[in-house]
């Protein structure tokens, strides 16, 4: 479970939370029990295909340093190395990009309980994010057409208060699936 006061895990056989000295309630945590939960994942192969931009910029260089080389070359500061060293930079960026996702997405997990999503993340920095369920005025789905060929994608929760921005759960498996469960959480706390 985890403490109100500090947000750390405890294990349930305290009745003081080791890390801040606060009782623990236990009646509060068996009426709001987790009911679902979500973490989601990175695969870094689909992190290490280049988004559209990047693919055109590249085409657009390479095209560029094919048939423009001859003009290039007079330039005494241009290399036809260039154009790989380009290349690596970029393979070098997409693989750190999808190492340090998927270092942080091990330390996200969404609760779901009966009455509220909690969102905690301790990737260097401790976040925790708590939204009820009666805030929520629709839930959707976003899938790029990558994530559709490996069946994953983000589910959108969006509050009913406009200067809020609601929770984007990314990288989800079987985004489908996720979505008619937490659908269902939350109408049937809305109906109650």
């Known amino acids: 479970m985890v403490c109100k006061n500090c947000g750390e895990y405890v294990n349930e056989k ?22 679902y939960k979500i973490y989601p994942t990175c695969s870094v192969w689909t992190e290490l295909i280049p988004d559209l931009k990047t ?15 001859d003009f ?10 260039y154009i790989w060293i380009l290349y690596i930079v970029v393979f070098l960026w997409y693989d750190m990009k999808a190492i340090v996702k998927k270092l942080r997405f091990q330390k996200i ?7 509220h999503l909690e969102y905690h ?20 789905i976003h899938q790029s057409w990558i994530e559709s060929m490996f069946h994953r994608g983000t589910l959108a929760l969006y509050t ?11 990288d989800i ?20």
């Open 160 to 170: 009913s208060n406009r200067e809020d921005y609601g929770i984007y759960i990314h």
């Open 14 to 35: 305290f009745e003081y939370c080791p890390y801040c000295g606060d009782f623990l309630d236990k009646s509060q945590y068996m009426e709001n029990e987790i009911e």
């Open 109 to 115: 997990e969404y609760c779901f309980y009966k009455d």
């Open 72 to 81: 290039l070359l007079m330039n005494e500061y241009y290399s036809p190395n």
């Open 121 to 140: 993340e301790r990737f260097g920095r401790k976040i925790m994010h708590s939204v009820r369920y009666n805030t929520i005025s629709d839930i959707a």
């Open 173 to 192: 498996k079987n985004v489908e699936e996720a979505y008619y469960q937490v659908k269902n959480m939350i109408d049937s706390a809305n109906h109650h």
């Open 55 to 69: 693919i055109l910029i590249l085409v657009l260089l390479t095209f560029i340093n094919f048939y423009f080389q």
